[in-house]
């Protein structure tokens, strides 16, 4: 305990200096400005977004600072088009839409807006209060790994990834793939032999990240949005000058505590993230309001609470298993973690003694953050929502240049901008065929850790596989994984037997 | 179909990523025991595997876009292309504004106002960029000015 208190004080003298503290402003308003567009989530705005603040020269932990500030601001700033507009921003915001745009029709837009403020508020700060406690643990645990647990502890991410992600499973473990094929590509660090390189020169050190990232999170958005934008009108509702009540509060406070706790805990599992949280926490809800539960779907604020404390608490638990073990916890958190690497700092276990400037800095500068955003949330919300009047015809534009400044600052080859164009099409296609994108950018961002680490452990044995489970870690973490992909399969038989 | 038209390019570019996997990637000399092909010919059995999945049970997903969408997405991949190709010869502030004209003129946008959005980003985008967060973006044709 007192080992929290001195890594969390240390954490607020960096993240109270004066550039970090304005960093955590800048990237919760900025995040919440993105997260209000339509149709652009966290992952979109972080993604194109980070070679910028890359390039800014910052120290990595104040860079780290201004992303997470972007990622949970748009986490937050996502409800705004979702009960405005009914379009959510990305798929942790879907169940929003399910209460929160009908109580806007009904003219509470002000009240909708509130209480989801106040259910992420809650949401977030409970999550970073828990990764205060239990991530300095899980570090230390996590300490004791050896090669051949972190070759099980992929497996098992992954297996996590593709039973809970996504409609279908074997298209996601098949996106995992192509990310960690892509992976694969340029000169092997081991022997210094080139893999699918094709004798092109520019991709002899491989695919550089951000040009992956923004290939498939700016490009391939952007293409979806002018297809959006050809077809069909959006309809924008008035705010109104409702606002959450006190009666409000003490209906939804246990729903929001609950929702927290579920969505923190759905959020540490690695490569599970907000749209997982969302759904099972307004499953949860539901379920639990008995005979009420006709009114879920209708405006019931408890329906609009549960998933926007969920998602919250998510974003917030994504960040564990990415600063413990070095493993992201979602897609967005894959790509901060992307990011640490592009610093030059080795995400895991050692950072919390190594570099705390940099894991309890981030911490602390979540709690500023939650409390920024609530802030600037609740009397300026109005602002935020006249994001969502920005003609599409300007805004799809303005994403390109972004995502162009982005890789030619940072990379500066011309030939990485027909790759993101290039990546952007592919993505957009698997799109079209119902893959989600977030495994293949976990994948890409995992794959040179799980070779490595699978090479390691193999050369540690001289060649003998039975070293992936010589370990009670390893042999755990395999069970899990069968258990994680086994156990939706036997519920979902069971019930189809009862029907 | 699309679902198996898709399996069946995943087949064949699995099926030459499996190929070099195994045939062509070899090191003269290697520390540890995997060496670099055991990797990647773990994936391509995973890949081809999924593949196989789907071109046997494919989802019933149904690409079926107007024509005049798709003949505006092509135009969007054209003028990416055609932006990235010009992004360093005529410079940054040109080709932004070249760029974001024409691209609001196909959403929908009238002209003047496409032309005055184009320069709008291209001289503001410029002068935030380079003068106030010091990134590196071409200069191309407006060089002795800049």
């Known amino acids: 305990m007192t080992e929290v208190l001195s890594g969390l004080s240390g954490g607020f003298s960096v993240a109270l200096m004066p550039l970090n503290l304005l960093l955590v402003l800048i990237g919760c308003f900025a995040g919440t400005l993105i997260g209000a567009l339509p149709g652009i989530g966290p992952i979109n705005g972080v993604a194109i977004l980070l070679p910028i603040a890359y390039s800014l020269g910052l120290p990595p932990e104040s860079a780290l600072i201004l992303l997470a500030g972007i990622y949970y601001g748009a986490e937050y700033g996502g409800r705004i088009s979702s009960i405005l507009l009914n379009v959510p921003g990305d798929a942790g915001a879907v169940m929003t839409t399910l209460d929160g745009n009908p109580m806007a029709k009904r003219g509470e837009a002000g009240r909708a807006l509130s209480i989801s403020a106040i259910a992420s508020f809650v949401g977030g700060t409970v999550a970073v209060i828990l990764i205060s406690l239990f991530g300095p643990l899980l570090a230390k645990f996590a300490l004791t790994f050896t090669p051949a647990d972190y070759v099980a502890l992929m497996v098992f991410a992954f297996a996590s990834l593709s039973s809970l992600v996504g409609k279908n499973q074997v298209k996601t473990l098949m996106g995992a793939t192509i990310g960690l094929m892509l992976a694969t590509v340029g000169i092997d660090a081991n022997t210094g032999v080139p893999r699918y390189t094709g004798g092109v020169p520019d991709i002899l050190a491989g695919f550089d990240f951000l040009v992956v990232v923004i290939g498939f999170f700016g490009m391939a958005e952007l293409i979806h949005l002018v297809e959006q934008q050809v077809s069909g009108k959006l309809k924008l509702l008035p705010i109104g000058k409702s606002f959450v009540s006190w009666k409000d509060l003490m209906l939804i406070r246990w729903t929001i505590l609950r929702s927290s706790i579920i969505g923190f805990v759905i959020g540490v599992l690695p490569g599970v993230g907000a749209s997982v949280a969302s759904a099972v926490t307004y499953g949860t809800e539901m379920r639990m309001a008995g005979k009420d539960r006709e009114k879920f779907g209708t405006g019931d604020p408890r329906g609009l609470a549960a ?3 969920g998602n919250n608490a998510a974003a917030g638990g994504a960040m564990v298993p990415m600063l413990t073990l070095g493993i992201p916890g979602s ?5 901060l973690l992307g990011a640490l690497m592009l610093f030059n700092v080795t995400p895991g276990p050692m950072m919390f003694e190594q570099r705390p400037e ?9 709690y500023i953050g939650n409390l920024a955003l609530l802030v600037i949330n609740l009397p300026l919300v109005g602002l935020f929502a006249r994001m969502l009047t920005i003609p599409q015809k300007y805004l799809s534009p303005l994403i390109a240049v972004l995502a162009f400044i982005g890789v030619y600052s940072v990379v500066g080859n011309p030939f ?36 490595d680490n699978l090479r390691r452990a193999l050369s ?15 042999i755990g973490l395999y069970l899990m994984a069968a258990l994680i992909v086994v156990l939706p399969v036997v519920v979902s038989y069971r019930n189809r037997m009862r029907a | 179909m699309a679902d198996r038209l898709f399996a069946l390019c995943a087949l064949i570019a699995g099926g030459i990523y499996t190929f070099v996997a195994f045939a062509v990637i070899k090191a003269p000399f290697q520390y540890d025991p995997l060496g670099p092909e055991t990797w990647p010919q773990v994936l ?8 196989l999945y789907i071109l046997a049970s494919p989802d019933h997903i149904r690409l079926t ?50 032309i005055a959005f184009g320069c709008t980003t291209g001289i503001i985008g410029y002068g935030i960029c380079d003068f106030l967060l010091g990134l590196n973006l071409p200069e191309g044709l407006l060089a002795p000015l800049l």
Do not use: N, Q
């Open chain 1, 460 to 474: 540690i044995s001289r060649g003998d596989w039975s070293i992936l489970i010589s370990s009670w870690e390893s």
């Open chain 1, 358 to 366: 940099i894991a309890w800095g981030l911490i602390a500068s979540m």
């Open chain 1, 307 to 309: 998933p926007e404390a």
């Open chain 1, 416 to 451: 990485d901008l027909f790759l993101i164009i290039g990546f952007g099409i592919f993505g957009w296609i698997l799109r079209k065929l119902e893959f989600s994108l977030a495994p293949i950018i976990l994948g890409f961002v995992l794959g040179h850790l799980f070779e």
């Open chain 2, 65 to 114: 876009l107007a024509r005049s969408v798709w003949l505006r997405l092509l135009l969007l991949v054209l003028m990416l292309g055609g932006y990235a190709e010009l992004y360093e010869p005529l410079g940054f502030v040109v080709s932004t504004t070249l760029f974001c004209s024409l691209f609001s003129i196909m959403l929908g946008a009238k002209r003047l106002h496409a």
């Open chain 2, 44 to 51: 391509a059995i995973v890949f081809l595997f999924c593949s």
């Open chain 1, 331 to 335: 897609g967005t958190t894959a790509i």
